[in-house]
Each structure stands twice: as C-alpha cells, then as structure tokens.
C-alpha cells in the first residue's frame, strides 16, 4: 500500500459527459501529480500540484483540468469526454517540489468512455 | 530531445529462470534513474533509483546497474517468480529546476514468467 488514495476505482460513462477524479496524496507528501495510461501505452504526465499550486505542465488536454485543496488532496477534471479518453489515469505523490525525488503510485482511476 | 528506450518490448521466461531488462537514455543533464514494477492494472512502485556515482543497486531478487558515460541501464532478476509477471519501466530524472515535467518515462517492458 503506497499510502495514496484514488476514487473511484472504475468510472463508465459516455462521451460529451465530464468527470471527476479524486486522489489524496500519502499523509505529509505535499506534491500530487497525474498521469493517464492508454492500454498498451506509456504513462504520459499530465500535471502536477505542489502545496496547491500548479508546478508543472505536461500534455494535459484543455478539456482537462486539476485542482489541489488546501488539504492536499487532488482532483482532475474532465470534460466533453472522447472515446480515446479511455485510460488508467493514475495520481502519485512525493514530499518535494521537483520531480527528482521517489514518487508514490496510487492504484489508478480506470475510465471508460462508451 | 530526451528519450527511454527499453528493450525488449516484451519477455517470456520459464519459472526460474533469469533475465535482464535493458534502458537506454538520453536524458540530460542527468539527476537519477528509477526501476518501477507495474502489475497489471494496478499502480507502478519503485524498485531502485539510482543516482550518477551508484553503479549498482540490489532489491532482493532485482539488481540494477547504471553506467552513466555510456548511458545504459539495466535491472536483472534472478530466480524468476510467476510474481515477477508485470511491467518493468525505466524513468529517468534529469535536472530541470522544476517539476515533473523533469522525468522522462520508458515504455516499459512487458515480462511474463511461465510455470
């Protein structure tokens, strides 16, 4: 157990629809990051918070968004869903700012867009 | 343009049995190299990072090594387990300043332990 915590675990919905993926970082850890994983596909870096505010872009969509709450915890939204929006979408979480350090996984959001 | 590659993309092996993963990279400036073990549909956890003055670093069964002059890296499992069936992927850090956006993952490499 990495000690970071995703919700839901499975998500169906169809296109044009919006969701929301939560995640709640390991207790302490102040950087939250997201990433999406297509089947067969490499993890692609999306974004990441640190102490609530953005610290690094990656190629998150515009129909995309996150948030970090005051509390740590995490979101990442979207929105006018596509069927190639189908993917593990995982969060991890580290103590640092910068990337250098160990990142901790959580179990991933599994999204499917019918 | 910094890039992972592992090779191979994909391994099949007998219970038992060793193997060695391959990453090559051409991240720079270097910072670290990570091995993550992914299972199937669940979340990567770290296996070793590795920093530019480590040449090897062992996990029990998983031993990495990194040569950083020729820019290669490669995690060796010895006595494979059917546990050992997962996705093995490389990341390498380099020195941005900055975020994530400072990580370059691998595609991974698929291993499949046979009984």
């Known amino acids: 157990d990495s000690g970071v915590t995703q919700t839901p675990k499975h998500l169906i919905t169809a296109t044009g629809q919006r969701v929301t993926l939560r995640c709640s970082p390991r207790?302490?850890?102040?950087?939250v990051y997201w990433y999406q994983q297509s089947l067969d596909q490499g993890l692609q870096f999306l974004i990441q918070?640190?102490?609530?505010?953005?610290?690094a872009k990656g190629n998150i969509l515009e129909r995309f968004s996150a948030q970090q709450f005051p509390d740590l915890h995490s979101e990442l939204n979207l929105s006018s869903l596509e069927l190639g929006d189908s993917a593990l979408y995982f969060c991890?979480?580290?103590?640092?700012?910068?990337?250098?350090?160990?990142?901790?996984f959580g179990e991933g959001s599994r999204l499917t867009v019918l | 343009k910094n890039q992972v590659e592992q090779s191979p993309q994909s391994l099949i092996i007998l219970e038992g049995k060793n193997c060695t993963l391959q990453?090559?990279?051409?991240?720079?400036?270097?910072?670290?190299l990570r091995w993550y073990k992914q299972d199937t549909g669940r979340g990567p956890v770290s296996l070793t990072i590795?920093?530019?003055?480590?040449n090897t670093k062992s996990n029990g069964r998983y031993t990495a090594t990194l040569d950083a002059d020729t820019k290669q890296s490669s995690l060796h499992i010895t006595a494979s387990q059917l546990s050992d069936s997962a996705s093995y992927i490389c990341?390498?850090?380099?020195?941005?300043?900055?975020?994530?956006?400072?990580?370059?993952f691998g595609k991974g490499t698929h291993l499949i332990i046979q009984p």
């Open positions: 990453c090559n990279y051409t991240v720079s400036p270097f910072s670290n």
């Open positions: 918070y640190y102490n609530g505010e953005e610290r």
């Open positions: 207790s302490g850890d102040l950087s």
């Open positions: 990341v390498v850090s380099r020195h941005s300043g900055g975020g994530a956006d400072g990580l370059t």
């Open positions: 590795m920093t530019f003055s480590e």
């Open positions: 991890a979480s580290s103590p640092s700012p910068g990337g250098a350090g160990e990142l901790f």
